[in-house]
């Protein structure tokens, strides 16, 4: 059974840095085809995509954010870890980390999100 | 970057009708990188199809998605009171890697 769980403050001050940790169980980042992705969702608003890590600690970021963001994993403890500097209130937002795992369609490659933890809203204010 | 439009924004129906919800990519994207979201009030999004047709595990039959080149289409066949929901498509593949709809409020009539 996959589970996964957003743990991190609350609340940050604006320039302040975000740290949010994803902690799973059911499967292991050191397999072969998966993934731990982060998204957000402001209040009422749609959900955007942050960044995934890849087993083998390939990293992919949003162009949009990608200056602001850094993603690691701890296969060790089964955690991933993302960092969002220099935040501002409109990053007020509910952030979820999400399993991803590779998945063959009409012999394409393709990674979804199949598995959820169930958010954390992050307020920024100061 | 590709710009995913759902249409509409909110669908009045009521239990039992037929849903249909589209969503349109701002250039062709392969069948095999789109999907569908469920997301009910304060519930992190659910997985229904992939690869714009395919059914993730445990989602009813009555889910069905179609869909290419731009255009996509999930259909509800018999709404039961537990779909209504906000529905997301997402793209993977295209930077950015993956891209959200803003989505389709369906609503009981």
């Known amino acids: 059974q996959i589970t996964l769980k957003e743990s991190g403050p609350t609340l940050v001050k604006p320039t302040q840095t975000l740290t949010l940790t994803c902690t799973f169980s059911?499967?292991?980042?050191?397999?072969?085809?998966?993934?731990v992705g982060w998204i957000r969702q402001p209040p009422g608003k749609a959900l955007e995509w942050l960044a995934l890590?890849?087993?083998?600690?390939?990293?992919r970021y949003s162009p949009s954010l990608k200056s602001r963001l850094t993603i690691t994993k701890d296969t060790s403890k089964n955690q991933v870890v993302l960092t969002m500097t220099n935040m501002d209130p409109v990053d007020t937002a509910t952030y979820y980390c999400?399993?991803?795992?590779?998945?063959?369609?009409?012999?394409?490659?393709?990674?979804?999100?199949?598995?959820w933890g169930q958010g954390t809203l992050v307020t920024v204010s100061s | 970057e590709i710009v995913l439009t759902q249409s509409p924004g909110t669908l009045s129906l009521s239990p039992g009708e037929r849903a249909t919800l589209s969503c349109r990519a701002s250039?062709?994207?392969?069948?095999?990188?789109l999907a569908w979201y469920q997301q009910k009030p304060g519930q992190a999004p659910r997985l229904l199809i992939y690869?714009?047709?395919s059914r993730a595990t445990g989602i009813p039959d009555r889910f069905s998605g179609s869909g290419s080149g731009t255009d996509f289409t999930l259909t509800i066949s018999r709404l039961e009171p537990e779909d209504f929901a906000v529905y997301y498509c997402?793209?993977?593949?295209?930077?950015?890697?993956?891209?959200f709809g803003q989505g389709t409020k369906l609503e009981i009539k």
């Open positions: 999400a399993h991803s795992a590779i998945t063959m369609v009409r012999g394409v490659i393709t990674y979804y999100f199949d598995y």
């Open positions: 059911g499967f292991s980042l050191s397999t072969s085809g998966v993934g």
């Open positions: 890590i890849y087993w083998d600690d390939d990293k």
């Open positions: 250039q062709s994207i392969s069948s095999s990188y």
């Open positions: 690869g714009a047709s």
């Open positions: 997402q793209q993977y593949g295209s930077s950015p890697l993956y891209t």
